[in-house]
């Protein structure tokens, strides 16, 4: 499937939904977070590695079943895994723009009319 590298403006607008079918912990490469920076817009790596030096990362432990819900632009990472063992995600990211310069997204849900 093709994809595009998406504008600060479009991932600005959308909500990333990640569905855990498994727990995973600290030592299972939980995600890493740095809160508050989906607020910057899209960074280079010298503006992560500056804003690393500063903020205190959050790692999100997570137990199966449950939704972690981010902003795309969010600085997140994961580690590799101390205890290997599966952490299986369901990875959903929505969207409430159209996107721009002819662009289209794969799927599209209408509303229906009444």
Known sequence: MLHAY???SVLEN????????????????ALRVLPG???YGRLNSAQV????TRLAE???????GAALLMRPLLLHASSAA???EHRRV???EYANAPLPDGLEWREVIKKEES
């Open 58 to 64: 959050t790692v999100c432990e997570v137990d199966s």
């Open 6 to 8: 998406a504008p600060a």
């Open 37 to 39: 920076t989906h607020l």
């Open 14 to 29: 959308m909500l990333t939904v990640r569905l855990h079918l498994d727990s995973c912990g600290r030592d299972n490469g």
């Open 49 to 52: 590695a500056e804003i690393r």
């Open 82 to 84: 101390e205890s290997p």
């Open 90 to 92: 369901i990875h959903i």
